[in-house]
């Protein structure tokens, strides 16, 4: 059974640009949710998505947004990058029973 | 104060050396508790994962949950150096989970 796929997996932007993660989910899983992981702050909860619906969302700006398709797989946009936003950006996907399966990741960095 | 207080270590054991990791939560809501290990440039895999307080073993590892004094616990028996991780505690509900900074482990032969 394949897991959750991330890509990029690793990526380097310049302050101002934006960039678009992509996340296809365990097949079967509806819920998608990210999350940024820096050293400082450890895991943070950015949104989570259900049948193509926002059904939470974390203490981040609107610069940080995302989107569900019909078929499960999700986006994550992050515009006007600053320096801070340098983190690793998990995706994962879950039965909606709680339990949470992660992919690799991608790795912004952001100059 | 933070939903999820971890303290992020480091630690270090010898092989077969029993590990003990914990963390306190805020949020009385919390349904259920997990424990997630992460290895270096990998993503989280979950390791427990319970509903109840009191013990649940799995192998060599037991999670202990105290939801009256919102405290949570890992515990590791006879640790082996591929047991060298992150552990994340994660406790959570209505669809979302909160994370602590994470325990780094290192088991040394």
């Known amino acids: 059974k394949a897991g959750v796929t991330q890509t990029p997996r690793y990526l380097i932007k310049t302050r101002g640009q934006q960039v678009t993660l992509s996340c296809s989910p365990i097949?079967?899983?509806?819920?998608v949710s990210w999350y940024q992981q820096t050293p400082g702050q450890g895991l943070q909860f950015l949104f989570e998505?259900?049948?193509?619906?926002?059904?939470n969302k974390g203490n981040f700006p609107g610069r940080f947004s995302g989107r569900q398709f019909s078929n499960s797989r999700s986006e994550m946009n992050v515009s006007t990058l600053e320096l801070g936003d340098s983190a690793l950006y998990l995706c994962?996907?879950?039965?909606?029973?709680?339990?949470?399966?992660f992919g690799e990741g991608s790795r912004l960095t952001v100059l | 104060q933070k939903e999820v207080e971890q303290d992020p270590g480091p630690l270090s054991v010898p092989e077969g050396a029993i590990v003990s990791l914990n963390c306190t939560y805020s949020?009385?809501?919390?349904?259920?508790f997990m424990w997630y290990r992460q290895y270096s440039r990998k993503g989280p895999e979950l390791l427990m994962y319970t509903y109840s307080s009191g013990n649940k073993e799995d192998g060599r590892f037991t999670a202990q949950v105290d939801k009256s004094s919102k405290y949570i616990s890992l515990f590791i028996r006879d640790s082996q150096p591929s047991d060298s991780a992150t552990y994340l505690c994660?406790?959570?509900?209505?669809?979302?989970?909160?994370f602590g900074k994470g325990n780094q482990v290192v088991v040394i032969p």
């Open positions: 097949s079967g899983h509806r819920s």
């Open positions: 994660a406790p959570g509900g209505n669809n979302r989970l909160a």
């Open positions: 998505y259900f049948s193509e619906t926002q059904r």
């Open positions: 949020n009385s809501a919390f349904q259920y």
């Open positions: 994962a996907s879950s039965k909606d029973t709680g339990e949470l399966f």
